[in-house]
């Protein structure tokens, strides 16, 4: 088995033909993906894909869905915690931050997950009955 970095998983989902660089290693990504037995993609490489499409490509919540989608659904590519990832992309089309989704799935078995970030999270949280409860501590 084989583990992949973020950006052959960008490679593979972006076509970026004002990037050389990028138009030379597509064909690559695509040929790991499709033709290696077994691919596994650590969970960390997600969370950063997530900020490469979005951050680097302008791709939307329901891009990035979408690639997750079909990412999951090849037949020779494990996910690391794949089930909190397929959670995580539910919430994340509801409108809570990825990173956020998955930190909250992450911490289930708490009680409160404690936050200074901005209150829209906790407030997101609330609106999706997500738990644990999202609380941003106060003096």
Known sequence: MIAL?????????????ADPEATAQ????????????????????????????????????????????HLLGLPNVSVEEW?????????????LDFADALHLLASSHCTEFLSFDDRRFARRARRLDITPRVVVPTA
């Open 26 to 69: 597509r064909p690559i990504a695509r040929r790991i993906l499709s033709e290696s037995a077994q691919v596994f993609v650590p969970l960390t490489v997600i969370l950063e894909l997530e900020w490469v499409l979005r951050a680097f490509y302008g791709f939307t919540a329901e891009d990035f869905v979408r690639v997750i989608r």
């Open 83 to 95: 089930a909190r990832v397929a959670d995580a992309l539910g919430w994340h089309l509801q409108g």
């Open 5 to 17: 970095d973020t950006n052959i998983l960008a490679r593979f989902y972006v076509d970026d033909p």
